[in-house]
């Protein structure tokens, strides 16, 4: 599963040839149709599994918010540009792991975790689609306000530019935001406790990939960046 990072490239970079699709099963790597269908088939086993455990209906609805953005990460074209600096490709593999084992703590029941930590009543669940749906849009906003200059990876191009304008006025990394918004969306609509375990470790999976890109922003802007920094919050304003 593909989601983005938000390095953003400058339009006037060389264009790299569109990836091909990919999907790493263990030591096994997929390219092409062999890796569509194998994405096909692993998405239909989680969402098989998910209803055989008999959600209510705001679980489902939840889950299939979180598929349709799946599947628009897995065929949103994207423009990548010859870079000067990237994260590794172990390190793009291990993040990918994070978010899908966070997603599978939302949703599977494990048992010593199910119990609440909100009520289970039809207000929670709307309260928490509600969320999801708000922080969704936030993040598709984000996402159209970048354009093509949108990367999957965290990457640094020739002749790349700092973005400190609309939501990044206030928030560098504000798609994050509206993933973890959806994430913690997803928790109050399951109300229990491993979904919480989830929100960790999607919290943890975007700590570190925030690490790293300001990491490689700091080397190529310097003072700049360090400036930008000071005056913005990463997540949430004026708290983180």
Sequence with gaps: MEEST????SAQSSVEPRPTPAVQIGP??????????????????IVA????SQPRPTVLVSAAIWFALDIYW????VQRRAAKTAESRESRRLHGRLIMAALLLLFLPIPGLTGQFVPDTLATGALGLALQVGSALFYFWCRLY???MWSGAVRIVEDHKLIESGPYRVLRHPMYTGMLGMCVGTAIVSGQYHALLGVGLFAFAYARKIRIEERILCEEFGATYDAY???TSALVPWVF
């Design 49 to 52: 599994l998910i209803i055989y």
């Design 229 to 231: 920094r000071r005056r």
């Design 6 to 9: 938000e390095v953003q490239p």
């Design 146 to 148: 970048l354009g093509r």
């Design 28 to 45: 096994v790597r997929l390219r092409g149709i062999p890796a569509v269908i194998a994405f096909a088939v692993i998405s239909a086993a």
């Design 74 to 77: 897995s065929v949103a074209e």
